[in-house]
């Protein structure tokens, strides 16, 4: 049984290869899985293989050229062992297509990757014709390929994607060693493109081989390596070559950085790009440089180095900004030192910035919109932490010094900081040589806290300051200090600080009152800054301020009573003020007075120059330092009772010079007319006295009246040294009776020492003037009845004497004649 099984077996195979040896022809065959049109296989010592169409209904699995040229060296043997003539005209997968001919030891293979014309040598094959597709690689030259050893040697030229260039190369199983040299070309942009899709080169390294980095002519002086054709394993690359006009575009956005060329080193796996006369917008980038490390490794890193002494921190803020890395609100358009390190890690992609700006002379800075100037910049960068090694910030009202650290990653520093010098207009601030701590918080638009002045700003976008208590800054603002500020707090808003307005709340210890003496110490205003002016407004409505068209500043006050001294009013003020008064007062602490104004004005500056107005009367007051100086016209009766601080006087008016160094050191002229002096001290006493002397009753004349002693005018010529006030000439003219007087005050113990000659006019006189001989007896030359009375005592309690005898018999005293000889210009 098994014989003939055998038997069998060799009769089919025997029928077989007759039917090989005869030849096999098939038109047509399908299955689920191929399809084939016309096949001849034959049998004649080798098969003989032909086939019109060939249909695998399945996915090739070489995808690349080098794929598909190690797949010809594994098999181009058992072809040339097996087969005397081997043709496809068309095989076909889904994803592929090739024609393969052999015959008479030539081997032809054409498809989507390769186009290979070969000659069998014995153990050798010679290629006549070579051309991988998807690098547009063509090579002339020699190819010695030995199949059994599945290697092959290379020499020659090559040409792909506009490069020509020498080659050789060494393919040993699936090791492929080459090198190229003596290429040329205008752009590596279709080559780096096929490069990288055939050794799975990262898209971004990629990009800064020859998107990011542009050139007009390339030279490859060499490029070598080594391969795994298999796993597509990069081994070893070095090369070297050099480009010309070229640039670097860190992003599309930005303006490139251009060289005159650049000189490219491959080796140990890094690519190092030496940039030749780089600039940037014009300004020179000598010493920069660009570096991929790691090149075909896992761990790439893009390493760019900015080296400048021109570029300013205007020119490097877009570059980090690319990299979503931000300076905040700072810059400035001159130039620095510059360093600056992008280090780019691409897996994962993440980000590293270094570096260092400096300058050392007076140079411009920006915060946001705020302009100043710099002496001195040394700011490093390490990598989310800005460092302020050392930085100045100074204006026309600014001066500090500060020192600290900003973390860009959660926007929050800390400075400390040298205020040299801090002056804001109007004396608002007036700070010098402090030493503080300042808190910077980006997040919240570059908002500055300082908690020593608990000052907390945002500067950024809507700009917002406040001081939520004013007793921290007080000593520091030379305008609240005059103002006797005690406590406060103060909020700003605006889109800039050209334009902007706030409230604040003020505790103040000035002595204002109101018209019902009651305190005013406490107020809220609101203010609006604009370039043409500045405008305050209380909620009381008691104070109005804005800037007048000189830049002094105007206060209008309303209904308030203002404390003045002569101390504080003739010193020199820090402040530039005037204040507009309106049916306010003016409280004289150096007299315990109150005088009342229809309306007034004060200018501080210097020292006070103010102006009373009382309707058609004015009084004009100038204190500066040892100077005094009053001027009034046509006062009212009701000024001088307020300067007296009672009711003295009634009706006239009064005109005062005064000039002086102060109030103690002057002398003056007062004038008065159509007035009565009503019950003073002095005045009862003067009529007492005269009651008690009977030899007196003639000189208790009409003119003491009940609504007192009229005088139809008056004059006074007086001089104060220290205590001593000296009346040096007194006339008080009545209806019917003159006083005229000279003497002196001490204002220190109130000591009284006068004369006064009481001289009786036209009543009494007229009727003794008509007796002869006795007219000439009493009245005397002048036909006046006159008499001397001492004064003596107190002002507030004066003494009288007289000789009455001598009076009436003698002819009128010298006071007269010395009071009527006084210089005519006295009482002008």
Known sequence: MKKNILLFILMLFLCGVVFLMQGIHISSFKTPYFSLENL???????????????????????????????????????????????????????????????????????????????????????????????????????????????????????????????????????????????????????????????????????????????????????????IDIKSKKINRLDGLAHASDASLFLSPSLKGVLFKSIDIKLANDNLNFTLNEPSFGGKSLEGSKVAITNITGGNSHIIVDLSSN??????????????????????????????????????????????????????????????????????????????????????????????????????????????????????????????????????????????????????????????????????????????????????????????????????????????????????????????????????????????????????????????????????????????????????????????????????????????GDYGNGKLNVVLKPNHLKINGTNLPDTSINDFLGGKFISHGSFDIKLEGRDFKDFTATINAKDTYFLGLKAQQNLLAFLDSIPSLIIFKVNDFTKKGFEAKTAQAQLKRQGDLLQIDALAIKGSNADIYGTGGINTDNKDIKMQLELHLLKTASSVIANIPIINHILLGENQAASTLIEVSGTYDDPKYTSTVAVDILSTPFNIIKNTLSLPANLFK
């Open 40 to 226: 001849y296989f034959k049998l004649e010592k080798k098969f003989i293989l032909r086939l019109e169409s060939l249909h695998i209904n399945t996915s090739r699995q070489t995808d690349s050229s080098t794929e598909e040229l190690e797949t010809f060296f594994q098999n181009a043997n058992y072809i040339k062992i097996f087969f005397k003539e081997l043709i496809f005209d068309k095989i076909s997968y889904e994803n592929n297509m090739f024609t393969l001919t052999y015959f008479g030891d030539k081997f032809t293979l054409d498809s989507d990757y390769v186009t290979l014309i070969a000659t069998f040598d014995g153990a050798k094959t010679k290629v006549d014709e070579l051309l991988l597709k998807d690098f547009d690689f063509r090579f002339n030259g020699d190819i010695n390929i030995d199949v059994s050893k599945q290697n092959f040697d290379l020499n020659g030229s090559i040409s792909s994607f506009d490069i020509n260039a020498n080659i050789s190369a060494r393919l040993n199983k699936r090791i492929l060693d080459f090198e190229i040299s003596d290429a040329r070309a205008a752009s590596i942009d279709d080559f780096m493109d096929s490069l990288a899709k055939n050794i799975d080169l990262d898209e971004e390294i990629k990009k800064w081989i020859h998107v990011y980095i542009k050139a007009k002519n390339y030279e490859i002086y060499s490029f070598k390596g080594s």
């Open 310 to 611: 021109e570029i300013s921190l205007d020119d490097a803020k877009p570059i980090l900004t690319n990299y979503d890395i931000d300076l905040g609100l700072l810059g400035s358009s001159a130039p620095t030192i510059t360093t600056l390190r992008l280090d780019i890690s691409l897996k994962p992609f993440d980000i590293r910035a270094d570096g260092n700006f400096a300058f050392s002379t007076k140079s411009p800075l920006r915060i946001g919109e705020a302009s100043f100037y710099s002496t001195i910049l040394d700011l490093d960068l390490n990598g989310t932490v800005l460092n302020f090694k050392k930085a100045n910030l100074s204006s026309d009202f600014l001066d500090i010094d500060f020192v600290g650290e900003l973390d860009l990653s959660s926007d929050k520093g800390t400075l400390d900081t040298h205020i040299k010098r801090l002056d804001l207009e109007g004396n608002l601030l007036n700070i010098k040589n402090i030493k503080s701590t300042a808190k910077l918080d980006l997040a919240k638009d570059f908002e500055l806290s300082i908690a020593d002045f608990d000052f907390v700003g945002n500067f950024s976008g809507k700009k917002r300051l406040s001081i939520n208590n004013l007793s921290k800054v007080i000593k520091y603002s030379p305008l609240l200090s005059e103002l006797n500020a005690t406590a406060g707090s103060f909020k700003l808003d605006g889109d800039d600080f050209t334009n902007f307005g706030g409230a604040f709340e003020l505790f103040f210890n000035f002595g204002l009152k109101d018209q019902n003496q009651n305190p005013y110490n406490h107020d809220i205003f609101t203010f609006l800054v604009a370039k043409e002016g500045f405008n305050l407004t209380s909620r009381s409505g008691n104070i109005l301020a804005k800037n007048s068209k000189t830049g002094k500043l105007e206060v209008f006050v309303n209904n308030i009573i203002i404390p003045i001294n002569q101390q504080a009013a003739s010193k020199e003020s820090k402040t530039n003020i005037t204040y507009i008064g309106k049916n306010s007062s003016l409280s004289l602490s150096d007299f315990n007075r109150t005088l009342n104004f229809k309306a007034f004005r004060a200018d501080f500056g210097e020292g006070l120059d103010f102006t």
